[in-house]
């Protein structure tokens, strides 16, 4: 049986003539949590034996339904299109990598390069994202949907505006930000071309990211999955024929890779517009309230996401400093960095979407009221997280040298250092999952300032200061910059274990 709600302010008010939540299940026909009753047989109708009756049909679990389902199956729920999405994304990625590795070390170096440095902006676009999926996740917990669809309206202006900026920066700052993170002069005329594209890409993508937030919030992983498959396979098709040429389309490198993905991002803004406009979903009467901003709304979400925001530009901050000790290497170590960390990026794929669905299922169970589910959420996930990525480890140590060469063939000394550093990632995949479900449930709670803490924390206090150890003092090489980030991740998921255990998480309102 399932356990009584506890009382919390974040519980539909059903004195004041509010609707509760079984309520509003039952009569829209966008509720995420289906808390449906069964019907009280007619003691008039005539009794049929059992044995006449047709089969009953098997319950779809397609939605998330808070009283119904088990943790397991709402986990699931939830999970299942954050994997096959992100899987998909990592694969193109890869591919990319590998299609850009043909052109040459230099065009690898120009296209990790300017990402390291978008990364920094989308750093502050994590406020938002964070944020919102969050409190949309109370909201929609609760039952209480206009919030909910209010708050992805304020999201989105600002969404908008933080896109626009940072087009305009890399249009203006592109040479200058590559010369910056140490590139050499071959490195920068590839990257400047590539750098223009990206920006304009990322006035497309924090829109879609936005939308793709709140999906996830509600419960809604299926419709994000739906358009990042489109939008990665527009940008794989546009690879090919861009970067080197084919169907009588121009030879353009790197640069070729930056117009495929701003052009996949764009179809896939109006594709998730659309989805979220017509498909059912708590939000989808999100664009008929007023677009006025609203300093409540925001503020809810900026207090939730202001710390994610700080937590992610104090992580880019020492990874340009990890990154700059690695281009010191010179442009083979660093192309041997950028594909290890792409193919490593599919393992990475089952702690990412385990954490996602733990931010979602911890904030709406405490929205509904039940604390003592929220945290056992958070734990099963952490259980088949390590399990799953223990699994991709091994495989990982085992297939390193085959699956490097397939990204760049000709250079037997890049592939040699890939194949080294992605052994030495392997061991450290049980915990990248505690790291990302353990941190994936304080953000669904709201405790982001402590996500923050511990990142920044064990991001510059041991990744940074180990990496210009092991590098500079000691010769490591490449070697020793993959021995830094795995002890940072180790010391960070032991932080987060503990952070969780202590339930201070539990007492934050939203």
């Not at 500079?472 to 180790?490: I, P």
Request: aromatic share 10%; net charge positive.
């Amino acid at each position: 049986m399932r356990n009584q709600p506890h009382e919390t302010r974040d519980e539909p008010n059903t004195k004041n003539g509010s609707q509760p939540i079984e309520e509003l299940n039952e009569r829209s026909d966008e509720a995420s949590v289906a808390l449906n009753k069964p019907l009280e047989p007619d003691a008039s109708a005539t009794r049929v034996p059992k044995s006449e009756l047709p089969a009953a049909k098997p319950k779809r679990r397609r939605a998330l339904d808070l009283a119904g389902h088990t943790i397991e199956q709402n986990l699931w729920i939830l999970a299942g299109p954050l994997i096959a999405e992100r899987l998909l994304q990592s694969t193109v990625d890869a591919a990319d990598m590998a299609m850009v590795g043909r052109v040459g070390a230099s065009a690898v170096a120009a296209v990790g390069l300017s990402n390291q440095i978008s990364m920094i902006a989308t750093g502050f676009f994590d406020a938002i994202r964070v944020g919102t999926t969050s409190v949309i996740a109370r909201r929609v917990g609760a039952g209480r949907f206009d919030e909910a669809q209010r708050t992805l309206r304020q999201s989105l202006l600002i969404a908008a505006c933080l896109g626009f900026i940072s087009f305009m920066f890399f249009s203006v700052y592109a040479g200058g930000s590559l010369k910056m993170m140490g590139a050499a002069p071959d490195v920068i005329a590839m990257g400047v071309r590539y750098f223009w594209w990206k920006g304009l890409s990322l006035c497309f993508e924090y829109v879609t990211m936005t939308f793709a937030a709140g999906l996830r919030g509600s419960g809604h992983t299926e419709l994000p999955m739906y358009v990042g498959t489109v939008v990665n396979l527009l940008n794989l098709c546009g690879n090919y024929v861009l970067i080197n040429g084919h169907y009588g389309f121009p030879r353009l490198g790197a640069e070729g890779a930056g117009l495929s993905t701003a052009f996949a991002r764009f179809i896939g803004m109006l594709l998730i517009t659309y989805l979220v406009s017509n498909k059912r979903n708590p939000l989808r009467g999100w664009s008929r309230g007023s677009f006025k901003p609203d300093g409540e709304a925001l503020g809810r979400v900026l207090q939730i996401g202001l710390p994610a925001s700080g937590e992610r530009l104090t992580l880019r901050g020492a990874q340009i400093l990890y990154t700059r000790a690695i281009s010191s290497l010179g442009t083979n170590a660093y192309a041997a960095h950028q594909i290890a960390m792409r193919i490593e990026s599919l393992s990475l794929v089952i702690g990412f979407s385990f954490g996602a669905s733990t931010t979602t299922l911890v904030g709406q169970y405490l929205g509904f009221g039940d604390k003592e589910k929220a945290e056992l959420a958070a734990r099963k996930a952490q259980k088949l997280a390590s399990l799953a990525m223990g699994c991709a480890g091994v495989a990982l140590f085992f297939a390193a040298p085959s699956v490097v060469h397939l990204f760049i063939p000709d250079n037997p000394a890049v592939a040699q250092m890939g194949a080294m550093v992605l052994r030495i990632v392997a061991a450290a995949q049980p915990f990248m999952a505690m790291n990302h479900v353990f941190a994936g449930g304080l953000r669904g709670a709201g405790d982001t300032k402590w996500v923050m803490y511990i990142t920044g924390g064990s991001a510059w206090g041991v990744r940074v200061v180990l990496t210009y150890l092991f590098i500079k003092t000691l010769g490591f090489g490449l070697e020793g910059a993959w021995y830094a980030m795995v002890t940072d991740l180790f010391i960070r998921s032991m932080l987060f274990r503990w952070r969780f255990g202590t339930g201070h998480w539990k007492d934050i309102h939203v």
